[in-house]
């Protein structure tokens, strides 16, 4: 990191929260501060919902996941569209008619008060876990790359993002997300042109798509059966669907974001926008990692990308070992670019398959080895591919930018998860429990309390945290533990009218204790949770409804 890189950051980060808090001075009541003054444009609405959900997580797991396994991750994002004609059909003019600050304030209008305060537990254990994680993510990778101390990255992204939250609530969130995405795409558009431009004269962007897909990186679509695949078609059309309802409908981190809308027409319009966008962002995204991949079959690459799992096996008596490895990787790495730069004739093609299963092998060797030097260091090393990459061959400034990025991208998930926090913690928990008569200032005050004290919730789990197998995919499977059943509550309320709420509220109970136990014994992938836990609670509170239940006694007044 030079100088210059210094100034881009920083700069770029201050100016995100001093604009925050500049345009957000003044909030007083509660209309202002959780729904941003109802005043919200339909394209604010769209980026605002678009940057919670796209984390510094996206930005450096997303294109690792894809030069490891390519591009079929985008698979997991195809139902998001047809839950954006859904949440526009049927959440949103529900939401606004009851006027509502919050989605669980509806279920209480529906059911009773327990089930209101049931759903909105279940989102405050699973959002401020996901808090954590988001600060947590591109804090570990940094600390490894730069060696900058893990502790007081985590505490000073998580201030950052609580100065400007707390200030100005919605309005801050929403209007501070708009320059983030603006950084964000502006980043990842340069990172996309220089990669192409590093590439060996002659390999053009077709070109390297060609080489891609010989390495089998360029497999998008998989409609194979095999539930132990993550990703197929449709695991993205069914449990993708799911989770995205789930998500995008009952999650108050995203809720608040088009519930701030103008009118019933801008929030839809916001959400079809991201609808449109979203795919082909991750598209892209994903593109990015591929073409990643491109350019180093034509420049060395590490053995692992980790650099903190490098140094460990380097000072090891396991130091030999490895070393034999990291030669047989580069002397692959040399044939493989000898054979690229020959072209893609059939029997190159064959022999870079071969070349590329040796490698897949040398690579796994390698993490064996750095566990038996030090089992604490991160031996999976997708989530630092893309990091490398900018770390390693960017010019001074524009590792600034990226690393900006990184952090503006945390920063905006981050906001919206504690903004959701604090104000569902304050309606629906504080505010329905609080004996006495209060004024919209003391609930705006509350709310405040409430999100910094989840801020610091979130700082601590971060710094707690333990690296996943990929950091995106942490994120899904917390989601996708406790969204189907908060979904399943939903649609029981909007649909299926004759079902009460102590029905209700035993089976999401139940069903949130068979969804763990399914998970823990890993029966089925993932995102089949989302799909499993809905229809659960769904056929659980009917039979209770019908059968446990007694009727009321009709009773006749003479």
Known sequence: ???????????????????????????????????????????????????????????????????????????????????????????IPIYHKLNVYTAYEYLEQRFDLKTRSLAAILFLVQRGLAAGITIFAPAIILSAVLGWDLIPLNIGIGILVIIYTVSGGTKAVNVTQK????????????????????????????KALEIAGASGKMDVLDFSFDLSNRYTIWTGLLGGTFLMLSYFGTDQSQVQRYLSGKSVRESQLGMLFNGMLKVPMQFFILLVGVMVFVFYQFNSSPLNFNPKATEAVVNSVHADSYEQLNLAHKTIESRKKELLLNGLQTENIAEIKKLNTEDRLLKEKAKKIISAADEKVETNDKDYVFIHFI?????????????????????????????????????????????????????????????????????????????????????????????????????????????????????????????????WMDVLPYLWLNLL??????ILAIIIQVFFTKPKKMVIHS
Not at 189 to 198: Q, S, T
Request: aromatic residues 14%; proline residues 2%.
């Open 179 to 206: 320059q983030q995405m603006a950084i964000i795409f502006s980043g990842m558009f340069i990172a996309f042109y220089l990669i192409l431009d590093y590439l060996p004269e002659g390999i053009t962007f077709g």
């Open 1 to 91: 990191m030079q100088i210059l890189d210094w100034i881009v950051l920083l700069g770029t980060l201050a100016f995100i929260v001093i604009y925050g808090v500049y345009k957000t001075r003044g909030t007083a009541n509660v209309e202002d501060f959780i729904k941003g003054g109802k005043e919200t444009p339909w394209w604010t609405i769209g980026l605002s919902v678009m940057a919670t959900q796209a984390s510094a997580i996206t930005f450096l797991s997303t294109p690792g996941q894809a030069f490891n396994d390519g591009m079929g991750f985008v698979q997991f994002y195809f139902g998001l569209p047809i839950a954006m004609v859904i949440i526009c059909l049927v959440f």
């Open 533 to 538: 836990g809905c229809i659960l609670v769904g």
């Open 391 to 519: 770390l390693h061959n960017l010019p001074r400034g524009l590792i600034g930018l990226l690393l900006a990025v990184i952090i503006s991208a945390a920063m905006s998930s981050t906001a919206s998860e504690l903004n959701a926090l604090g104000s569902t913690t304050a309606l629906d928990l504080y505010k329905r429990n609080v004996k006495g008569t209060y004024d919209d200032a003391h609930f705006v005050k509350s709310s405040k309390w409430f999100t910094l004290l989840w801020g610091i919730i979130a700082i601590l789990v971060a710094c707690v945290a333990n690296l996943f197998d990929n950091l995106i995919q942490l994120v899904n499977i917390i989601g996708s533990i406790f969204y189907g059943n908060i979904l399943g509550i939903f649609l029981l309320a909007f649909f299926v009218k004759f079902v009460k709420g102590n029905a209700v509220f035993v089976a999401a109970l139940i069903t949130q204790v068979l969804i763990i136990a399914v998970w």
